[in-house]
């Protein structure tokens, strides 16, 4: 057969018939709304992964690991001294090419006091100008109250999580108490009083919900070298380039003997090898519920053959060949599953771009009546629930949307339609003319 009378006769096959009732193409129409919306979840949960793992990603390298680190292994003997080679170290890394900013930071762990109660802390011994001129700060740190700088050298900035659960707010005191080993070995408690000059929030509680920013210097006088880390952070202009490993090479031949260089991968590797696999998981699962949805495209061919056995018949007895009806009837559930996918694809779009939305909406339904049964049951007190726990996800999904993989899908899904449309196709093209029409 010829590719025109190919297409004929799958015109013949999705054309209904005039006041003709077929209950196959009932089902051809019900599969390619299972193709519809099996698309649906899948495109979300793409677009909603990618966002997520983007904007966790992009929080942990530029707020908490930096696009690489310098540390310092030996503590030199002196601050002054300390603070003359740190800089030299820093000024050198940023005359490097592809390396932005560098900053010096000085962190360990504490416990943080206020009105309410105490709370572990993260205390980060940081330059002023990191709050300015650290892109990732600017990109992704909100200022909820106050300003994001130090006013004095006993100034601090916490974190929205910290200041709430220790009950802090602008203008109030946080002591911070740390360790200090005499010289008999013994550790004593070592308390300083800071301003609250800022309270900020990154959107991610899991990295910001033990900050507490203070002065550099502070953080040198305060932090003993047992109890803490000093690094510099580096900043470069792109976190994903290939250019990190010349960087790290480059920044080997002039760094004093007590350095050592770490990229983000190397400091992240776990967590960013665990959002990696936990997507693609996701997106396999996705993946066979389109499959479970295109086998119903071939439960509906089945039933077309079975319905137009009869013209099959006299078309083979008019000359037509097996190849041609097979690839008729193979066009067939390859168009179904592109009709699928046409009308998934743009409403799994629409979904993901109104995801936030969507979560709020979910999360007050179930609030409601959550409150309506705790209510009925005498409860005291009702606990909301949380959708997505802003303790483990971002308080706001970012949506970016995968183009080129939405491409892709669209492609696996017609391929997957044809592919389970090889069966009833061949089936057709196979069938006897002779013994369909003695049936007749």
């Known amino acids: 057969m010829k590719t025109a009378s190919v297409l004929m006769l799958f015109g013949r096959i999705v054309k209904p018939k005039e006041n003709a009732s077929s209950n196959a193409r009932k089902s051809l129409i019900g599969a390619i709304a299972c193709v519809a919306l099996s698309l649906i979840p899948l495109v979300v949960v793409l677009t909603v992964s990618d966002g997520m793992i983007e904007g966790i990603t992009g ?51 504490v416990l943080a006091a206020g009105k309410k109660g105490r709370s572990g802390a993260a205390l980060r011994a940081v330059d002023e100008s990191f709050f300015t001129k650290n892109a990732a700060f600017s990109t992704y740190v909100e200022t909820v109250d106050g300003t994001a700088a130090f006013p004095t050298e006993d100034s601090a900035v916490v974190g929205k999580k910290i200041a709430e659960t220790i009950g802090l707010n602008v203008g109030d005191t946080i002591r911070i108490i740390s360790g200090k080993t005499g010289a008999n070995g013994k550790v004593t408690p070592k308390v300083k009083s800071f301003k609250v000059s800022g ?24 932090l003993s070298s047992a109890a803490s880390q000093i690094f ?4 470069t202009e792109d976190a994903f380039s290939d250019q990190l490993s010349k960087i790290v090479s480059d920044a080997y031949k002039f760094l004093p003997s007590e350095f050592d260089i770490y990229t983000w991968k190397e400091l992240n590797a776990t967590q960013y090898d665990n959002y990696a696999s936990t997507r693609i998981l996701l997106v ?31 078309l083979k007895s008019l000359g037509a060949s097996p190849s041609g009806i097979a690839a008729a009837y193979l066009l067939t559930g390859a168009a179904a599953g592109g009709v699928g996918t046409l009308f998934g694809i743009p409403l799994g779009v629409m979904c993901a771009l109104k995801i936030n939305e ?6 007050n339904i179930v609030n409601v009546i959550g409150r309506f049964v705790y209510i009925i049951s005498e409860g005291t007190e009702y606990i909301p629930v949380h959708l997505l726990d802003p303790a483990y996800y ?47």
Not at 59 to 79: A, D, E, F, K, P
Not at 232 to 235: L, R
Request: hydrophobic letters at 55%.
């Open 59 to 109: 929080r942990l390298i530029g707020l908490s690991s930096y696009h690489m680190q310098v540390t310092q292994t030996v503590t030199i003997s002196g601050v002054d001294e300390n603070f003359r080679i740190l800089n030299e170290v820093a000024d050198g890394m940023c005359e490097i090419p592809g390396v932005t900013a560098a900053f010096i930071e000085r962190s360990g762990n």
């Open 199 to 222: 309270i900020v929030s990154s959107g991610y509680q899991e990295i910001d919900a033990l900050w507490v920013f203070i002065p550099l210097e502070s953080g040198f006088s305060f």
């Open 232 to 235: 510099i952070g580096i900043e």
């Open 284 to 314: 396999f699962i996705m993946v066979l519920i389109v499959l479970v949805a295109s086998v119903n495209i071939s439960s509906a061919l089945v039933m077309l053959v079975l319905e137009r056995r009869k013209e099959t018949a006299i």
């Open 358 to 363: 969507i979560m709020k909406f979910c999360e």
């Open 394 to 440: 971002l308080e706001e999904i970012p949506v970016n949307v995968p183009f080129a993989e939405l491409f892709l899908i669209a492609a696996l899904a017609v391929a997957l339609s044809a592919l389970v449309s090889i069966v009833p196709a061949v089936h057709a093209g196979r069938e006897k003319p002779l013994s369909i029409l003695r049936k007749v």
